[in-house]
């Protein structure tokens, strides 16, 4: 009777394991079905939706959020907001309106007990980002709001760059990453429509083109020095030697360079453990009328012994180009190196 029982014990814990994982998974797949379910979300690039009472949003509160998400974006040859911004009332907060990607939820009530500042990711559909201000009165709005002003801008800011990057990886042109990981041992998701132009020693040129626009991205490497050689300077230097030699404009002696009459934006940052300098800026045709923003990516190679630079430009004529740059942004900053990730 004793060894039955512990036999039985056995057969009940394989049971009961069996069943444990059971509901983990169908925990998981409806856990990922709510997602799917959730309907697309919907409105443009760059857009951000404020739901706020009219006579708060012409005041105050509203002058506060117009502040902050229509700053111009920088490295930009004309001004451009970081976001258009749209509002209305919370009682038109319908369904259509429900499933905008970027949605500001202000919460202006006496009923509020303490301010608060809450970030929702799809609600009401998917992809979406639901940042909720609580605040007591106007003046606590304003306080909160500035407090966070720019952590709010940054997760507006990063989750449309995801989005972007998560498009991007599943269009990615597979022949582009293939040659950019045997060349550099980087890969990049440049989505389908880019291709290679030029490819020579260590330079390579990846665009894609239409009759009003213009999106390139260079690559190019050179042997890495010391850390002097990471400095704005050294790299808008190394920038004009390449975009001098390959770059030519459509007349005769011209060609592309730096424009020097404005300053840089430079930051140094890590993606994936790596460090980055980026750097953002504005470009120009020396003897020919054009120009446009450009960003750069510059890392140290070091089993080559070598910097690798990845710049991204645009050219668009007289249209805005903020959206163009947003998105050869996510182009760089989908970023990877699969040499390295291998190893590990």
């Given at each position: 009777?004793?060894?039955?029982?512990?036999?039985?014990?056995?057969?009940?814990?394989?049971?009961?394991?069996?069943?444990?994982?059971?509901?983990?998974?169908?925990?998981?797949?409806?856990?990922?079905?709510?997602?799917?379910?959730?309907?697309?979300?919907?409105?443009?690039?760059?857009?951000?939706?404020?739901?706020?009472?009219?006579?708060?949003?012409?005041?105050?509160?509203?002058?506060?959020?117009?502040?902050?998400?229509?700053?111009?974006?920088?490295?930009?040859?004309?001004?451009?907001?970081?976001?258009?911004?749209?509002?209305?009332?919370?009682?038109?907060?319908?369904?259509?309106?429900?499933?905008?990607?970027?949605?500001?939820?202000?919460?202006?009530?006496?009923?509020?007990?303490?301010?608060?500042?809450?970030?929702?990711?799809?609600?009401?559909?998917?992809?979406?980002?639901?940042?909720?201000?609580?605040?007591?009165?106007?003046?606590?709005?304003?306080?909160?709001?500035?407090?966070?002003?720019?952590?709010?801008?940054?997760?507006?800011?990063?989750?449309?760059?995801?989005?972007?990057?998560?498009?991007?990886?599943?269009?990615?042109?597979?022949?582009?990453?293939?040659?950019?990981?045997?060349?550099?041992?980087?890969?990049?998701?440049?989505?389908?429509?880019?291709?290679?132009?030029?490819?020579?020693?260590?330079?390579?040129?990846?665009?894609?083109?239409?009759?009003?626009?213009?999106?390139?991205?260079?690559?190019?490497?050179?042997?890495?020095?010391?850390?002097?050689?990471?400095?704005?300077?050294?790299?808008?230097?190394?920038?004009?030697?390449?975009?001098?030699?390959?770059?030519?404009?459509?007349?005769?002696?011209?060609?592309?360079?730096?424009?020097?009459?404005?300053?840089?934006?430079?930051?140094?940052?890590?993606?994936?453990?790596?460090?980055?300098?980026?750097?953002?800026?504005?470009?120009?045709?020396?003897?020919?009328?054009?120009?446009?923003?450009?960003?750069?990516?510059?890392?140290v190679d070091e089993k080559r012994g070598k910097i690798i630079t990845v710049d991204a430009f645009v050219y668009a004529g007289k249209q805005d180009k903020r959206n163009f740059i947003k998105q050869m942004e996510a182009i760089l900053y989908s970023i990877s190196f699969p040499e390295k990730e291998n190893k590990k």
């Amino acid at each position: 009777m004793e060894q039955g029982k512990v036999t039985y014990n056995r057969l009940s814990m394989k049971k009961f394991n069996i069943l444990f994982l059971l509901c983990i998974i169908l925990f998981q797949s409806c856990s990922d079905m709510g997602e799917t379910m959730l309907p697309p979300s919907n409105g443009k690039l760059s857009h951000v939706l404020v739901v706020m009472e009219k006579n708060k949003w012409k005041y105050a509160p509203g002058d506060t959020i117009r502040a902050t998400l229509r700053h111009f974006y920088s490295g930009l040859p004309q001004e451009e907001p970081i976001f258009d911004v749209s509002q209305i009332p919370k009682e038109a907060l319908s369904d259509i309106f429900r499933r905008n990607k970027n949605i500001i939820l202000a919460n202006i009530s006496q009923n509020v007990k303490k301010s608060s500042v809450k970030i929702a990711y799809n609600r009401w559909a998917s992809p979406q980002v639901i940042i909720t201000i609580d605040a007591k009165n106007n003046a606590e709005f304003v306080k909160i709001y500035g407090k966070n002003s720019r952590k709010i801008t940054e997760i507006l800011l990063n989750t449309e760059r995801e989005r972007l990057v998560k498009t991007y990886t599943k269009l990615k042109e597979k022949l582009i990453s293939q040659r950019l990981i045997e060349k550099y041992g980087i890969d990049l998701s440049v989505p389908s429509g880019f291709q290679i132009y030029h490819d020579t020693l260590n330079f390579m040129w990846i665009r894609r083109e239409s009759s009003r626009l213009s999106q390139v991205l260079l690559v190019w490497d050179y042997p890495y020095k010391d850390t002097a050689d990471l400095t704005a300077n050294r790299l808008v230097g190394m920038r004009d030697s390449m975009t001098i030699k390959f770059i030519p404009g459509p007349v005769d002696n011209s060609f592309m360079t730096t424009e020097k009459r404005f300053t840089f934006d430079f930051t140094e940052h890590t993606i994936k453990n790596k460090y980055i300098a980026e750097m953002r800026g504005l470009w120009k045709l020396e003897g020919y009328p054009m120009g446009g923003p450009f960003m750069s990516f510059s890392m140290v190679d070091e089993k080559r012994g070598k910097i690798i630079t990845v710049d991204a430009f645009v050219y668009a004529g007289k249209q805005d180009k903020r959206n163009f740059i947003k998105q050869m942004e996510a182009i760089l900053y989908s970023i990877s190196f699969p040499e390295k990730e291998n190893k590990k």
